[in-house]
Every structure is written in structure tokens, then in C-alpha cells.
């Protein structure tokens, strides 16, 4: 039996997945979530959230890309790695990922360009679609591929622009686009990402172990645990997640009733030892 189905949960509350039921939704996260959804409805065209690693930036995406699907009137697709070469993989790309059907698997950029051009302009006019392109991981985008961008911010009508365009990146990401001429002053919205105050940890936490199904009335994790906790994660939700899929587990192991300050400092001490608090950082890129 796994250990959180000991504890009484449904579901595993800490898991690393980008699962958006699982997204606690911070005083930020909110408005940056709220601020994009406006941003699309209005077709302003460019939007960019900036964040460290492990701020949350790859399970917003999936948080939006929610609130997308109960919306019939929106076109979507999202990039998670958007490491193309050259203008011409990106644009066949993105050609194909909205159902561009080409006779000629062998187009040019120029034919691909107009091809774009005219799904954005049915989906968009015709249609009265709203297209919007997601792109987490922005700061791989190279030189090439935010040409392709900038390009295809152009395409508009007196009114909007015929697609939406949503960066998600570290913060190298504004160093990156902000020499780029008709980019960076395209950005209709633009947001950055700062980790979780003690308040919003605790309510982070809180809010996981209700979504996965504790309902006790008991609180397992103290207010000196949580203190630990953000003290030695920095409000940075993954380190936050991992932190406490590690404290359930000794919870568990040692036959605890609840989470207090002496069983996070055993861990962090282990994590000091181990070596663990030099790498865990670099685990983060795999989400959020």
C-alpha cells in the first residue's frame, strides 16, 4: 500500500506532476492567471510570465490550458520544449499542431508563413476563433524561432491580432527578447513569478493534503514544521512539494502522528549530508 493511502488521502498530495486540481493558486498566480485569460479574451496579442525555477510556471500553463478547454470558442496548442534550429522545423511545427493539411510536405517559409497566415485569418475572422500558442521552457527560444514570433505578431486586423501568444520562461527569458526590435514592445502583459511567503506556504500545503483527500480534523503538518519548511525551501513551491512528499514518507516510516519541526530539521540534515540541497535545485527543471 503506498504511504499516502496509509495516511488516509486519496491521492498522492506532493506529487512533482504539473497537475493544474493540484495548483494552489497564490496571490500571483492568480493574477497572473487572471491578467492572461483578459489578455486572450481581448486578443492583445503577447503575454510573458517570467520566474525561477520551480516558482510554478509549467503547472500555471496546465492551469490555463484548463480553463482553455471549457471554452469552445478558443484553439490552442502548447510547446513544452521549444528548441527548434531553425525558422522552418518551427514553423512546420506549429503548421502541423494546428491541422494544416499540405499537399507539399516540402514548403518553403515563405509558403508556410502564408499557410499560417491564412488559418489565422479564417479561424479568427471567419470563424471568430481566438488561436493561442502556449510556449513553456521561452528562454530556449533562439534568434530563428522568435523571428517567427515576431512575424507572426504582424498578422492582425484593425482590431486584434489573429494569434495569442503566451511565454512562460526563466528570467533570462527578459534579457533574451528585450533587445528584439518590435518584440519586446509588443508585450501586451507581462508578469513575474516570486516565491511563496510563509502565509502562502502554509496555505499551499494545506490546500494539497485537502485535494487529495485528508479530511481529518487533525493538522499533520505543525506551525514550526511549516516554518522549516519555507524557511529552507524559500517559498519555492516544487522544493516545497519535495520537501513534504519526504516528511509524509518519515511520518509514515517513523510511526508519527504528525509533522513537527524536529522531523523537517531531521531531513534537511540528511539533505546537508547527502549532499541532497546542492542538486535539488537542478531537479526542478523537469516542472513546474
Known amino acids: 500500500m503506498s504511504y499516502f493511502k496509509v495516511l488516509g488521502f486519496e491521492k498522492e498530495p506532493f506529487s512533482t506532476s504539473p497537475d493544474p486540481d493540484f495548483f494552489f493558486l497564490s496571490k500571483e498566480h492568480e493574477s497572473a492567471l487572471a491578467n492572461i485569460l483578459i489578455e486572450l479574451r481581448l486578443k492583445r496579442g503577447l503575454s510573458v510570465i517570467l520566474g525561477d525555477v520551480g516558482t510554478g510556471k509549467t503547472t500555471l500553463s496546465r492551469k490555463l490550458i484548463q480553463e482553455l478547454k471549457d471554452r469552445p470558442d478558443f484553439i490552442f496548442h502548447i510547446i513544452l520544449d521549444p528548441s527548434f534550429e531553425s525558422e522552418e522545423p518551427f514553423l512546420m511545427s506549429l503548421a502541423k499542431n494546428f491541422d494544416l493539411n499540405f499537399e507539399?510536405?516540402?514548403l518553403g517559409i515563405v509558403a508556410l508563413r502564408e499557410a499560417l497566415e491564412r488559418f489565422l485569418f479564417q479561424k479568427g475572422v471567419t470563424e471568430n476563433k481566438t488561436v493561442t500558442l502556449i510556449i513553456d521552457e521561452a528562454q530556449k527560444l533562439n534568434e530563428p524561432s522568435l523571428e517567427v514570433l515576431r512575424v507572426l505578431l504582424n498578422y492582425e486586423t484593425n482590431e486584434f491580432k489573429l494569434i495569442q501568444l503566451v511565454l512562460l520562461g526563466q528570467l533570462e527569458l527578459h534579457a533574451k527578447i528585450t533587445g528584439i526590435a518590435n518584440f519586446f514592445d509588443r508585450i501586451s502583459f507581462k508578469y513575474t513569478l516570486n516565491p511563496l511567503d510563509f502565509i502562502e506556504t502554509k496555505e499551499m500545503i494545506e490546500f494539497r493534503l485537502k485535494q487529495a483527500g485528508y479530511s481529518a480534523n487533525m493538522h499533520l503538518f505543525l506551525d514550526d514544521a511549516i516554518k522549516e519548511v519555507h524557511q529552507y525551501t524559500r517559498g519555492y513551491p516544487r522544493r516545497i512539494t519535495?520537501?513534504?512528499?519526504?516528511?509524509?514518507?518519515?511520518?509514515v516510516l517513523k510511526n508519527?502522528?504528525?509533522?513537527?519541526?524536529?522531523?523537517?530539521?531531521?531531513?534537511?540534515?540528511?539533505d546537508i549530508e547527502t549532499g541532497w540541497h546542492r542538486t535539488d535545485l537542478s531537479l526542478q527543471k523537469n516542472s513546474f
Open 104 to 106: 507539399n510536405e516540402a
Open 256 to 270: 508519527k502522528f504528525v509533522i513537527d519541526a524536529s522531523l523537517i530539521q531531521e531531513i534537511i540534515k540528511e
Open 242 to 251: 519535495m520537501l513534504c512528499h519526504r516528511a509524509l514518507k518519515a511520518l
